[in-house]
């Protein structure tokens, strides 16, 4: 498996970005993958997660800015942010849970200056 996310970079508030994660290894169109993200000293958390391929859910700090949806054809998922704030500046990782293995991406910088 593996999980290849790029897209970030530094960007000022109220502007946009586009991760994306490329993968392979596995079967994607069958799999649940998600988003997360790690700030400087803080836990990585769920941003947001794709059961299938309309199936969504957010944290509610980025509900209403950030989308995310994937590519079956081209077994990529991808995190649109708009109306970044910089308290969205984080290391942002791309993430599939399949049975007991926990797969990570390498992760993607996104700095958000105010």
């Known amino acids: 498996v593996q999980l290849q996310a790029s897209g970030g970079g530094l960007v000022q508030a109220g502007g946009s970005l586009r991760l994306s994660c490329a993968t392979s290894?596995?079967?994607?169109?069958?799999?649940?993958m998600a988003w997360y993200r790690q700030a400087p000293g803080k836990e990585r958390e769920l941003v947001a997660g794709i059961i299938g391929i309309s199936v969504t859910n957010y944290a509610d700090s980025v509900k209403g800015r950030f989308t995310i949806s994937r590519d079956n054809a081209k077994n990529t998922m991808y995190l649109q942010m708009n109306s970044l704030k910089p308290e969205d500046t984080a290391v942002y990782y791309c993430?599939?849970?399949?049975?007991?293995?926990?797969?990570w991406g390498q992760g993607t910088l996104v700095t958000v200056s105010s």
């Open positions: 290894g596995f079967i994607f169109s069958t799999k649940s």
């Open positions: 993430n599939l849970k399949a049975g007991l293995m926990n797969y």
